[in-house]
């Protein structure tokens, strides 16, 4: 039984990832769907008609009755080629049909509750077909929706689809669109072994043919590691400012309640008096709301020492 960790209810995740096989996608897609089905949620599978049948056997094998569940209406599959065809309109993205696709997928959301989450390849499938701005599209749209109805949804690419140096910033735009990278590392051992008990040589076959192939992988390999590691510091840079602008915010909050309290004014008063006082003193909002914190909490210790506040002296 594939196992993952539990997910929280109502999580937000997009994440992305590249594979290089159907079977090694069949094991990725099913080891994230599985861990929902066996606790006894709901799952979406957006995915080919080449890929259903692969899909099956894949959570067949993690130990998912895929004719139970597919009855109880937990394993909902959806046909990619023929929602794409409804959600394309004059060579564009329709975002009303694109909403009405979703619903769809929400409405099985709801049924499970927060035990629920989805995979979809109807991006990869523009890109896979070249149309590399409407995939882009679809992900933003997709990234609308889970603003406001959080569920874990899964996309996976395959690894051709990024050769040549002209797809360098589309991939960079792609992983921005997502919350993470896939670890679809971690499933390379469920892919069935060989007859001898070796490692799984499917892999190393595709990547060691001739010299000549195995340089050529070796070189492409390199290459998309320096692309996911320049993606990986962007999304590391963007985290630290989300929770930098997160403690400024909160900082902020606490300024304007204790003006607030100090000069019993409303809280756009007490927001315009630090915007004021900010731009007579050359300082930042937020260093000037750290400023203001630090006085009260100065001021509260030498007026209550015995509150056991740190500084005071006193531990009550």
Not at 185 to 205: K, S
Not at 294 to 313: C, I, K, M, S, Y
Request: negative net charge; glycine residues 6%; proline residues 5%.
């Amino acid at each position: 039984m594939i196992t993952q960790p539990e997910t929280t209810p109502a999580e937000h995740r997009h994440p992305v990832g590249v594979y290089t096989s159907d079977e090694f996608w069949a094991v990725s897609v099913a080891a994230f769907l599985a861990p929902t089905l066996a606790q006894g949620g709901g799952v979406v599978a957006v995915v080919t008609a080449a890929h259903r049948p692969m899909l099956d056997q894949a959570l067949l094998r993690a130990g998912i009755d895929v004719t139970e569940v597919r009855a109880d209406g937990r394993y909902v599959v959806a046909d990619a080629d023929e929602l794409l065809s409804g959600l394309l309109v004059d060579d564009g993205i329709d975002p009303e049909r694109f909403r009405a696709t979703a619903e769809f997928v929400l409405a099985q959301a709801r049924r499970h509750g927060d035990a629920f989450r989805a995979y979809g390849e109807l991006a990869p499938l523009l890109w896979a077909r070249g149309d590399v701005p409407n995939a882009l599209h679809l992900e933003g749209l997709w990234n609308g929706v889970l603003a406001e109805h959080a569920f874990p949804l899964l996309c996976l690419y395959r690894v051709e689809a990024f050769d040549g140096s002209d797809r360098t910033e589309a991939l960079l735009d792609l992983c921005e669109r997502h919350t993470e990278l896939a670890p679809v590392e971690r499933y390379l051992p469920l892919l069935a072994p060989d007859p001898r008990g070796r490692a799984p040589a499917l892999l190393e076959q595709q990547l060691r043919t001739s010299n000549t192939a195995r340089e050529r992988h070796e070189a492409e390999d390199a290459a998309l590691r320096t692309r996911v590691t320049r993606v990986t510091d962007r999304m590391r840079t963007r985290q630290r400012r989300f929770d930098q602008a997160i403690t400024d915010r909160d900082l902020v909050g606490q300024a304007k309640g204790i003006l607030m309290a100090r000069w019993r004014v409303d809280a756009d008063a007490a927001d315009q008096m630090l915007r004021d006082a900010a731009t007579r003193s050359r300082r930042s909002l937020p260093d000037l709301a750290r400023s203001v914190v630090d006085r009260e909490l100065r001021n509260v210790r030498a007026e209550h020492p015995a509150t056991g506040l740190p500084g005071t002296g006193t531990t009550g």
